[in-house]
């Protein structure tokens, strides 16, 4: 198969490989860069597999930085843009069940695409768009299927984080999983507990914002996957729950993570306990339990202004998200929104009184002054005294 029409991103880098077969070498576009170009996708990086040696590929080019030389990955500088391009390899021994022990060249490409994850992305192709597929890649991307390379066994005890990137792809992709693959995922599940958190947590939530997170999320329930999960040990129930509700993907990680929170019942207290096993940001904790908050004020019927302001825009729209896939009975988004705008204030900002103006006016530092700023706030929020400097010095004053 030939692909007569590159992408501009091919085109730019095809320099690269001329130069490197013009010095007796091999060179090819390899990875996620061709699969998604077979599949009509928008392209990220560009990937370069080559015969030459990391010192070998160094002498040809001016400017190159040794990002992963022990592993043969060298990047390519031209015209500002970097191309990591790796040498030929197959390696051996994984103690950690996610990097190779020892890694060794070779000049042979069939050798270098036998250690990769899936089928799908051991393709290779040549500068002017010849596909070599030695694993049946191109069937497995018309049937939309994902399938380990060789023995998916051998695959998974390599490096454990693809049984959770297999599903990734199930979800981003819309594909379903071959079921000797889903076997081995099913088999190798424990080994999860070897992979570092925070690699875990990137492949959950690309599975919650692909195209078809339900179909992900079938294979991570069915197999077991969620048992070596931080928080999810006990969630079978509430995610296989999800999977019949998860018609499209999630629009942010903070929804990802209220989802979740809401499914398996977190309350906005819990939720940092939570997100800290998943090695979270304190912004993300943060706005989690923000957007939990307001769908439990949701949920008992108790959205007054001052939890509308509480919560903010990006939050309420996190939370009405969540509201409209559990299927809970709320106003709609529109409503939530329009009602947010008739606040008077927006934020602690918008205040027309600061703790200075009160100091002027002879309040004295301390808590005193903080509490009347807000009260202050509160009632402004509310709609029972104006958001005006002269009303709030006077109002301040009597307190």
């Given at each position: 198969m030939k692909i007569e029409t590159l992408p501009t991103e091919f085109v730019a880098a095809t320099p690269i490989l001329e130069t490197i077969e013009a010095a007796g070498y091999e060179a090819y576009f390899v990875g996620g860069s061709v699969r998604d170009t077979l599949l009509g996708l928008p392209i990220h990086d560009v990937d370069i597999a080559t015969s030459a040696y990391p010192q070998e590929v160094k002498q040809?080019?001016?400017?190159?930085?040794d990002t992963g030389i022990e592993h043969g990955t060298v990047m390519i500088l031209d015209h500002g843009t970097g191309y990591e391009t790796?040498?030929?390899?197959?390696?051996?021994?994984y103690q950690d069940y996610r990097r190779p022990d020892s890694v060794t060249f070779v000049r042979s490409l069939r050798e270098d695409l036998k250690r990769r994850d899936f089928t799908i992305n051991a393709l290779a192709m040549t500068h002017d768009g010849e596909i070599i597929d030695y694993f049946n890649g191109l069937g497995d991307l018309k049937a939309k299927r994902i399938k380990a390379v060789g023995n998916p066994e051998e695959r998974f005890h390599e490096d454990a984080l693809r049984t959770m990137r297999a599903i990734r792809f199930a979800s981003q992709l819309d594909f379903t999983i071959d079921p000797q693959t889903v076997a081995a995922i099913q088999h190798h599940g424990n080994l999860l507990t070897k992979i570092a958190v925070?690699?875990?947590?990137?492949?959950?939530?690309?599975l919650f914002l692909g195209k078809h997170p339900a179909n992900g999320l079938t294979t991570f329930v069915e197999t077991g996957l969620y048992q070596y999960c931080p928080g999810l040990a006990t969630a079978r129930e509430a995610l296989a729950q999800l999977i019949s509700a998860l018609q499209h993907g999630l629009s942010?990680?903070?929804?990802?993570?209220?989802?979740?929170?809401?499914?398996?019942?977190?309350?906005?207290?819990?939720?940092?306990?939570?997100?800290?096993?998943w090695k979270s940001a304190n912004q993300l904790i943060s706005d989690v339990a923000a957007a939990v908050r307001f769908l439990e004020a949701l949920q008992a019927?108790?959205?007054?202004?001052?939890?509308?302001?509480?919560?903010?825009?990006?939050h309420i729209k996190t939370a009405a998200e969540v509201a409209n896939i559990l299927q809970i009975d709320t106003p709609s988004l529109s409503q939530l929104l329009d009602q947010y705008e008739t606040l008077t204030i927006k934020s602690k900002q918008d205040l027309?009184?600061?703790g200075?103006?009160?100091?002027k006016a002879g309040v004295a530092p301390g808590p005193k002054l903080g509490q009347l700023l807000t009260k202050l706030e509160r009632e402004v929020v509310a709609g029972t005294l104006d958001n005006d400097l002269g009303q709030l010095l006077n109002q301040a004053l009597k307190d």
């Open positions: 040809l080019f001016k400017k190159t930085v790796t040498t030929f390899r197959t390696e051996t021994g925070e690699r875990i947590h990137v492949e959950f939530v690309k942010s990680e903070t929804t990802v993570w209220t989802l979740i929170a809401s499914a398996v019942g977190l309350t906005n207290r819990q939720v940092g306990s939570f997100l800290k096993q019927g108790e959205v007054t202004n001052w939890v509308l302001y509480q919560a903010g825009a990006a027309a009184i600061s200075q103006d009160l100091i």
